[in-house]
């Protein structure tokens, strides 16, 4: 069996009893960082939820449901202007959904990381093609018994190619955020990697990260507008949120016509050096605005040195100026005194709206699907908790480009 390690009750959905997803469960992180700006709260009634741009798209979510039962893992597909939900692919359509990740629309297929929760300790994970009208499993992209299969994949997005003269002809390519290797230490042997796959899903190699000395547990990656791969990692995944070594961060840039690493663009302690004491903890989501901007999901301080009467310790979303390496701006997911509102996934929809999935650990807010304005920070609740969402995370539009994630506009 995999082991158990050191998990608080703010890690996990308050259903997020360990049972059979016993070790994997802990690669899915806990709840999000703090608070630089008010926001303002609607329900999915509004003016904007009324508006006929959004009268026939849906947004589809992958909801791991309830971790008792390794048969609850769906994909969803939401109706943005009434909110009703209703389950698109499930592992009675074919294949297996147990661990459901990072998910991008690539052509006519949905394709899904899975990460295959399991009492075995030597279980991989894969990645799956789904009919993108159907959701009925059509074949394994990277089969769980190949030799180069992730052992944890997470984020998942497909580009990255070339004929640019400097480096010749380069093909798209899948690049899959493995979170870990093994799951058993925060030793380097246990370090995660970012691998990159072929159209056809053959293993092409693993990006090198020469000259970054920190444990590297990649969850999130995105293209930018410059071409450049941008991931978002974080500390040993094998340690509970309050050590530490939890509240590590980083954002990394690499090229993927050299495949290397280019640049560590932010960290926890270049956040709190601009004088931001909320500073960054465990990154996952992350797009780019149509300014260029990067928005990346971060935690709350979790440690037992934070400060219990800051009221800017809250759950949020940072924005990035990834040139500067700065934050401009910051989305909290909710008040001081209020539940917690855990975000590990992201992405723009209609009318630059940011989508933000909820989950976590305060029953009063898991399962949400908030809509926001990131200039006014207004949010309206798109899915109430309760209406259909359990455990919700990556999130993904049919004409959301599946290397920059970015929303294409019909």
């Given at each position: 069996?995999?082991?158990?390690f050191?998990?608080?009750?703010?890690?996990?959905?308050?259903?997020?009893?360990?049972?059979?997803?016993?070790l994997?469960?802990?690669?899915?992180g806990?709840?999000?960082?703090?608070?630089?700006?008010?926001?303002?709260?609607?329900?999915?009634d509004?003016?904007?939820?009324?508006?006929?741009?959004?009268?026939?798209?849906?947004?589809f979510v992958?909801?791991i449901?309830?971790?008792?039962d390794?048969?609850?893992?769906?994909?969803?597909?939401?109706?943005?202007?009434t909110?009703?939900?209703?389950v698109f692919?499930?592992?009675?359509?074919?294949?297996?959904?147990?661990g459901?990740m990072?998910?991008?629309?690539?052509?006519a297929?949905?394709i899904?990381?899975?990460?295959?929760?399991?009492?075995?300790?030597?279980?991989?994970?894969?990645?799956?093609?789904?009919?993108?009208?159907?959701g009925m499993?059509e074949?394994?992209?990277?089969n769980?018994?190949?030799?180069?299969?992730?052992?944890?994949?997470?984020?998942?997005?497909?580009?990255?190619g070339?004929?640019?003269?400097?480096y010749?002809y380069?093909?798209?390519?899948?690049?899959v955020?493995?979170?870990?290797?093994?799951?058993?230490?925060?030793?380097?042997?246990d370090?995660?990697?970012?691998r990159?796959y072929?159209?056809?899903?053959?293993?092409?190699?693993?990006?090198?990260r020469?000259?970054?000395s920190?444990?590297?547990?990649?969850r999130?990656?995105?293209?930018?507008?410059?071409?450049?791969?941008?991931?978002?990692?974080?500390?040993?995944?094998?340690?509970?949120?309050?050590?530490?070594?939890?509240?590590?961060?980083?954002?990394?840039?690499?090229?993927?016509?050299?495949h290397?690493?280019d640049?560590?663009?932010?960290?926890?302690a270049?956040?709190?050096?601009?004088?931001?004491?909320?500073?960054f903890?465990?990154?996952?989501?992350?797009?780019?605005?149509?300014?260029?901007?990067?928005?990346?999901?971060?935690?709350?301080?979790?440690?037992?040195?934070?400060?219990?009467?800051?009221?800017?310790?809250?759950?949020?979303?940072?924005?990035?100026d990834?040139?500067?390496?700065?934050?401009?701006?910051?989305?909290?997911?909710?008040?001081?005194?209020?539940p917690?509102?855990?975000?590990q996934?992201?992405?723009?929809?209609?009318?630059?709206?940011?989508?933000?999935?909820i989950?976590?650990?305060a029953?009063?807010?898991?399962?949400?699907?908030?809509?926001?304005?990131?200039?006014?920070?207004?949010?309206?609740?798109?899915?109430?908790?309760?209406?259909?969402?359990?455990?919700?995370?990556?999130?993904v539009?049919?004409?959301?480009d599946?290397?920059?994630?970015?929303?294409?506009?019909r």
């Amino acid at each position: 069996m995999k082991p158990a390690f050191p998990v608080s009750s703010e890690t996990r959905h308050a259903r997020a009893v360990f049972a059979s997803k016993i070790l994997r469960s802990l690669f899915l992180g806990a709840a999000v960082a703090g608070g630089m700006f008010t926001t303002h709260w609607a329900q999915a009634d509004d003016s904007f939820s009324r508006g006929g741009g959004n009268r026939s798209e849906s947004i589809f979510v992958g909801d791991i449901g309830d971790p008792n039962d390794t048969n609850d893992d769906t994909i969803k597909q939401v109706d943005l202007r009434t909110g009703a939900v209703r389950v698109f692919a499930s592992s009675t359509f074919g294949g297996e959904l147990n661990g459901v990740m990072g998910i991008i629309f690539n052509d006519a297929s949905l394709i899904a990381s899975i990460q295959n929760f399991s009492i075995d300790p030597t279980a991989s994970g894969d990645v799956i093609k789904l009919n993108g009208r159907t959701g009925m499993f059509e074949q394994y992209l990277v089969n769980p018994k190949s030799r180069n299969v992730p052992y944890a994949p997470q984020g998942i997005v497909f580009g990255g190619g070339t004929r640019d003269w400097h480096y010749g002809y380069q093909p798209d390519h899948y690049y899959v955020a493995n979170v870990i290797k093994s799951g058993q230490t925060c030793t380097k042997v246990d370090e995660g990697d970012v691998r990159e796959y072929s159209e056809s899903g053959a293993f092409v190699r693993t990006l090198d990260r020469v000259g970054f000395s920190a444990g590297f547990y990649p969850r999130g990656v995105v293209f930018g507008p410059d071409g450049m791969l941008y991931v978002a990692a974080h500390g040993c995944p094998a340690v509970a949120p309050t050590d530490p070594l939890s509240l590590l961060a980083y954002i990394l840039r690499f090229n993927p016509y050299t495949h290397k690493l280019d640049k560590v663009i932010a960290t926890n302690a270049s956040v709190q050096s601009q004088g931001l004491k909320f500073g960054f903890h465990r990154p996952e989501g992350l797009v780019f605005d149509d300014k260029g901007y990067l928005w990346v999901t971060s935690f709350r301080d979790t440690t037992s040195s934070t400060d219990p009467l800051d009221k800017n310790n809250v759950d949020r979303i940072l924005k990035f100026d990834v040139r500067s390496g700065k934050v401009v701006d910051s989305l909290p997911l909710s008040d001081f005194d209020k539940p917690r509102a855990s975000a590990q996934a992201l992405i723009f929809g209609p009318e630059g709206k940011l989508y933000i999935p909820i989950s976590g650990s305060a029953a009063e807010t898991t399962g949400e699907l908030r809509r926001c304005d990131t200039r006014t920070k207004k949010c309206d609740v798109v899915v109430p908790v309760g209406g259909g969402l359990v455990d919700p995370w990556f999130a993904v539009f049919r004409n959301s480009d599946p290397a920059t994630l970015s929303y294409e506009r019909r």
